[in-house]
């Protein structure tokens, strides 16, 4: 086994790189050695195998396999150099050996060398000649050549003849390399002696051992016929495109006998005994014309040898050369070899990077054979032409998975002959994703509603995000950014899933406290390194009608009553008071409408339905009772509406005292009908003393108030009737002004929000207290109670016109 190693130094990446070359004998065992092409190109053979080696044969056998273990070559097939190169010299296997990541190729020569395993072979096992008994001293017979498919010293070597008693063997070697057998008769022939003479031919060969093959020559002696046949020319060119049909006439030869009669007739014969000549072409016996016979293809063999034989009846012969040369014909289309093939790529693979090697294979000669190959245009490849028949296709730009994840690039080649054959073939290119785009929301931020007094862990609504990569790099996760709302983390408010991006309340909201906030969500998708975006989410609270409406006026007192002071001469829509409400909702929930639930004398009040302001309806008369008691009802507008009740006493008297008598009875009738069931529980237990005390008290009480009342009556306080300050009855028909503005400020449950509220801008009120002697002093003190600016209610009079 020989070897050799010739490097060259690459001109494009990942081209040939090295260049081995082994011999080994024919017909060597299956599995025997070839040689270490991991030594001999210096490679671990352990990358071997992370390359992914193989070997590239083309449309040849694969005789020589590659063990990745070891790094050889070994013996795949029976190699048969006879069928492989037949004549051929040197006969030699070519292939590659490819590596991948990077794409690496080496060219591969096994050269086969012959042993003498055929032995020399005639195509007969005998001859005959019929030769006459005149034939002259020196006469020629040609012999038909022995056939040895080794060659070099295995191949035919000599010739022996035996007996030579009338014959001697000669040898003519011609200019191919081939050699003619003649018998050349040295002594003459006598038919009378001998009729009939048997010779043998050995054709020997030079292998070791010697090995031969013979053939019998039967000769007929004849009488005389002293003129062998001459052709005109001793070797006749002829050329026919391939692929012509049958019958084609390809020359015509003709050879002359001076002899007349059946001495003189020549008939032709086709003497090639090697190769099949006589299949593919044949000759006229009589005319000597050569036909094509079978089909000849240049990309066979460009040219044909025919050795043509003219004999008379005599047996005597002459030979000729008839040499055609095939012309090409463009009959073969570019062979498309897709010797290493990288199916996914990465978007961010730098440019010139080699993809693909394709080797361009055109079996046709000449122009016929040049092929040019292409590939789509406005694609970022490029197919760039290397050694020999190499193509290389390598990337042109920057590739972008997300405007094209997928390419179909046709390759076509087509060569230069008339008419241009072309093939094609279409290569499927993946182009794998890398993480470089960022998670987009679908808005650039969001706003969402959520009804108070939700239930915790309510979905208020989505957030999305979309990523432009693929897999993992455009999985999105959704995370919620550390803030603070009044104070307190955002997480203790809502929280947001990773995977869907829904936004959870955590907590129940009230409306009352917190009417919006905002808050930050980050989307991160899965790529590494990972890339965020982010989005502001505004969550606004939508009011709820939980709260009832509160009555700020009048004031509803627990021991005293309040009572609104009508004159007897009010005129119709006189103002009595105005009934002040407020909502803590907002919207229709806070819309309020006032309605007159029950009244003493309904026909002579109403109630403005928006405004809460209570009116005469009618003319007061004499007939109506001083004492008026009207149940306002506050409702809101929300659903279902909430509402609140508030009693407004009225006093229809024109004199105070009037109004003390009935007010004075209305009040221990109340006390009395209050505390019925105290008295009782009480006198079961102590009834002598509590019927002494009791009896004892109320008589006191009732002396206290008499003279209380008496003193009142009679002094000049401008009390009864109660005018407020600035008071001035402008139209003369009742106790308020037409125009009038209020301002009332309340603090409700919380000491952080405050409302205000309109209070008529001058009224009459009268508070009466169960005792006589403390009537002015309540009104002094719920004068000072409004008047107090800490205090729950605060009543301030803005303007008066």
Same mark, same amino acid.
């Given at each position: 086994?020989?070897?050799?190693?010739?490097?060259?130094?690459?001109?494009?990446?990942?081209?040939?790189?090295?260049?081995?070359?082994?011999?080994?004998?024919?017909?060597?065992?299956?599995?025997?050695?070839?040689?270490?092409?991991?030594?001999?190109?210096?490679?671990?053979?352990?990358?071997?195998?992370?390359?992914?080696?193989?070997? @590239?044969?083309?449309?040849?056998?694969?005789?020589?396999?590659?063990?990745?273990?070891? $790094?050889?070559?070994?013996?795949?097939?029976?190699?048969?150099?006879?069928?492989?190169?037949?004549?051929?010299?040197?006969?030699?296997?070519?292939?590659?050996?490819?590596?991948?990541?990077?794409?690496?190729? @080496?060219?591969?020569?096994?050269?086969?060398?012959?042993?003498?395993?055929?032995?020399?072979?005639?195509?007969?096992?005998?001859?005959?000649?019929?030769?006459?008994?005149?034939?002259?001293?020196?006469?020629?017979?040609?012999?038909?050549?022995?056939?040895?498919?080794?060659?070099?010293?295995?191949?035919?070597?000599?010739?022996?003849?035996?007996?030579?008693?009338?014959?001697?063997?000669?040898?003519?070697?011609?200019?191919? $390399?081939?050699?003619?057998?003649?018998?050349?008769?040295?002594?003459?022939?006598?038919?009378?002696?001998?009729?009939?003479?048997?010779?043998?031919?050995?054709?020997?060969?030079?292998?070791?051992?010697?090995?031969?093959?013979?053939?019998?020559?039967?000769?007929?002696?004849?009488?005389?016929?002293?003129?062998?046949?001459?052709?005109?020319?001793?070797?006749?060119?002829?050329?026919?495109?391939?692929?012509?049909?049958?019958?084609?006439?390809?020359?015509?030869?003709?050879?002359?006998?001076?002899?007349?009669?059946?001495?003189?007739?020549?008939?032709?014969?086709?003497?090639?005994?090697?190769?099949?000549?006589?299949?593919?072409?044949?000759?006229?016996?009589?005319?000597?014309?050569?036909?094509?016979?079978?089909?000849?293809?240049?990309?066979?063999?460009?040219?044909?040898?025919?050795?043509?034989?003219?004999?008379?009846?005599?047996?005597?012969?002459?030979?000729?050369?008839?040499?055609?040369?095939?012309?090409?014909?463009?009959?073969?289309?570019?062979?498309?070899?897709?010797?290493?093939?990288?199916?996914?790529?990465?978007?961010?693979?730098?440019?010139?990077?080699?993809?693909?090697?394709?080797?361009?294979?055109?079996?046709?000669?000449?122009?016929?054979?040049?092929?040019?190959?292409?590939?789509?245009?406005?694609?970022?490849?490029?197919?760039?032409?290397?050694?020999?028949?190499?193509?290389?296709?390598?990337? *042109?730009?920057?590739?972008? =998975?997300?405007?094209?994840?997928?390419?179909?690039?046709?390759?076509?080649?087509?060569?230069?002959?008339?008419?241009?054959?072309?093939?094609?073939?279409?290569?499927?290119?993946?182009?794998?994703?890398?993480?470089?785009?960022?998670?987009?929301?679908?808005?650039?931020?969001?706003?969402?509603?959520?009804?108070?007094?939700?239930?915790?862990?309510?979905? %208020?609504?989505?957030?999305?995000?979309?990523?432009?990569?693929?897999?993992?790099?455009?999985?999105?996760?959704?995370?919620?950014?550390?803030?603070?709302?009044?104070?307190?983390?955002?997480?203790?408010?809502?929280?947001?899933?990773?995977?869907?991006?829904?936004?959870?309340?955590?907590?129940?909201? *009230?409306?009352?406290?917190?009417?919006?906030?905002?808050?930050?969500?980050?989307?991160?998708?899965?790529?590494?390194?990972?890339?965020?975006?982010?989005?502001?989410?505004?969550?606004?609270?939508?009011?709820?009608?939980?709260?009832?409406?509160?009555?700020?006026?009048?004031?509803?007192? $627990?021991?005293?009553?309040?009572?609104?002071?009508?004159? =007897?001469?009010?005129?119709?829509?006189?103002?009595?008071?105005?009934?002040?409400?407020?909502?803590?909702?907002?919207?229709?929930?806070?819309?309020?409408?006032?309605?007159?639930?029950?009244?003493?004398?309904?026909?002579?009040?109403?109630?403005?339905?928006?405004?809460?302001?209570?009116?005469?309806?009618?003319?007061?008369? *004499?007939?109506?009772?001083?004492?008026?008691?009207?149940?306002?009802?506050?409702?809101?507008?929300?659903?279902?509406?909430?509402?609140?009740?508030? %009693?407004?006493?009225?006093?229809?008297?024109?004199?105070?005292?009037?109004?003390?008598?009935?007010?004075?009875?209305?009040?221990?009738?109340?006390?009395?009908?209050?505390?019925?069931?105290?008295?009782?529980?009480?006198?079961?237990?102590?009834?002598?003393?509590?019927?002494?005390?009791?009896?004892?008290?109320?008589?006191?009480?009732?002396?206290?108030?008499?003279?209380?009342?008496?003193?009142?009556?009679?002094?000049?306080?401008?009390?009864?009737?109660?005018?407020?300050?600035?008071?001035?009855?402008?139209?003369?028909?009742?106790?308020?002004?037409?125009?009038?503005?209020?301002?009332?400020?309340?603090?409700?449950?919380?000491? /952080?929000?405050?409302?205000?509220?309109?209070?008529?801008?001058?009224?009459?009120?009268?508070?009466? *207290?169960?005792?006589?002697?403390?009537?002015?002093?309540?009104?002094?003190?719920? /004068?000072?109670?409004?008047?107090?600016?800490?205090?729950?209610?605060?009543?301030?009079?803005?303007?008066?016109?």
């Amino acid at each position: 086994m020989r070897r050799q190693v010739l490097f060259i130094c690459p001109f494009f990446i990942s081209a040939v790189i090295a260049h081995v070359s082994y011999s080994i004998n024919e017909e060597k065992p299956l599995g025997s050695l070839v040689g270490n092409v991991a030594k001999d190109l210096n490679i671990d053979p352990a990358r071997l195998n992370s390359r992914n080696a193989r070997m @590239y044969f083309g449309d040849s056998r694969e005789y020589i396999e590659l063990n990745k273990d070891r $790094g050889v070559l070994l013996v795949k097939e029976r190699i048969d150099r006879e069928a492989l190169c037949a004549q051929s010299t040197p006969c030699a296997l070519h292939f590659q050996i490819i590596l991948e990541k990077p794409i690496e190729f @080496y060219k591969i020569v096994v050269e086969i060398i012959d042993i003498n395993d055929n032995p020399p072979t005639f195509e007969k096992n005998d001859i005959k000649f019929r030769i006459s008994e005149s034939a002259v001293i020196g006469s020629k017979f040609d012999l038909e050549r022995a056939v040895d498919l080794d060659v070099g010293i295995n191949g035919l070597k000599s010739y022996n003849l035996s007996p030579t008693d009338n014959f001697a063997l000669k040898l003519h070697n011609q200019a191919d $390399g081939s050699r003619n057998v003649e018998i050349i008769l040295n002594q003459p022939l006598d038919r009378e002696k001998n009729e009939h003479l048997s010779l043998v031919l050995t054709a020997v060969d030079g292998g070791e051992p010697q090995m031969t093959g013979t053939m019998q020559i039967l000769i007929t002696v004849l009488d005389v016929n002293d003129n062998a046949p001459v052709f005109t020319q001793p070797v006749y060119k002829s050329a026919v495109a391939e692929n012509s049909p049958r019958g084609t006439v390809v020359t015509k030869i003709s050879a002359s006998d001076a002899d007349h009669g059946p001495n003189g007739k020549i008939t032709y014969s086709i003497r090639n005994t090697l190769d099949d000549v006589r299949q593919l072409f044949s000759v006229d016996e009589l005319t000597g014309d050569i036909t094509l016979s079978g089909n000849i293809d240049f990309e066979k063999s460009r040219n044909y040898q025919i050795n043509v034989r003219a004999s008379d009846e005599g047996g005597l012969s002459d030979n000729c050369k008839v040499v055609v040369d095939v012309i090409d014909v463009n009959d073969n289309v570019p062979m498309i070899n897709v010797m290493s093939k990288t199916n996914v790529i990465s978007e961010d693979v730098k440019s010139h990077t080699v993809v693909t090697i394709i080797n361009i294979q055109d079996l046709d000669d000449g122009e016929n054979g040049q092929v040019k190959c292409s590939i789509d245009q406005n694609i970022p490849f490029l197919l760039e032409s290397t050694e020999g028949n190499f193509y290389s296709l390598i990337t *042109d730009g920057e590739l972008n =998975r997300e405007i094209k994840s997928e390419y179909n690039i046709s390759v076509s080649c087509c060569d230069e002959g008339v008419p241009s054959l072309s093939s094609s073939v279409t290569l499927t290119l993946q182009i794998s994703d890398v993480n470089d785009n960022p998670p987009v929301f679908e808005r650039s931020s969001y706003e969402a509603y959520i009804v108070e007094n939700n239930t915790p862990g309510l979905s %208020i609504f989505t957030v999305r995000a979309t990523d432009a990569d693929w897999n993992q790099n455009a999985r999105v996760s959704y995370i919620l950014e550390d803030s603070s709302v009044n104070g307190v983390s955002v997480s203790s408010y809502v929280s947001v899933s990773a995977d869907s991006g829904v936004v959870h309340a955590v907590r129940s909201f *009230d409306y009352e406290q917190i009417k919006d906030f905002e808050f930050r969500v980050k989307a991160q998708d899965g790529g590494s390194p990972p890339l965020s975006s982010n989005v502001t989410v505004k969550i606004l609270i939508q009011d709820q009608n939980d709260n009832p409406p509160q009555v700020l006026y009048p004031v509803q007192t $627990g021991g005293s009553l309040v009572a609104e002071m009508v004159p =007897r001469s009010a005129d119709v829509g006189y103002l009595v008071t105005k009934v002040v409400a407020v909502d803590v909702d907002s919207g229709q929930n806070a819309w309020l409408s006032y309605k007159l639930q029950r009244a003493t004398d309904r026909p002579l009040f109403e109630v403005g339905l928006q405004n809460g302001e209570i009116r005469t309806i009618r003319q007061v008369t *004499d007939k109506d009772a001083v004492k008026q008691r009207l149940s306002v009802t506050v409702e809101d507008n929300g659903q279902p509406s909430r509402s609140a009740t508030v %009693i407004v006493n009225v006093a229809v008297a024109d004199s105070f005292p009037e109004v003390m008598s009935e007010f004075t009875d209305f009040t221990q009738d109340k006390e009395y009908n209050d505390n019925l069931t105290f008295y009782l529980v009480l006198a079961l237990a102590v009834v002598s003393f509590l019927f002494i005390t009791c009896l004892v008290v109320i008589i006191s009480v009732k002396i206290y108030r008499w003279r209380q009342s008496r003193v009142l009556y009679h002094s000049n306080l401008p009390v009864i009737p109660y005018y407020p300050p600035r008071y001035s009855d402008t139209l003369g028909t009742g106790t308020l002004q037409h125009v009038y503005n209020y301002e009332v400020c309340r603090t409700t449950d919380s000491r /952080k929000s405050d409302c205000k509220f309109g209070r008529a801008g001058s009224q009459n009120v009268l508070i009466m *207290d169960p005792s006589s002697t403390g009537t002015m002093q309540r009104m002094q003190s719920e /004068k000072s109670i409004l008047d107090e600016p800490d205090s729950p209610l605060e009543v301030r009079i803005i303007s008066i016109s």
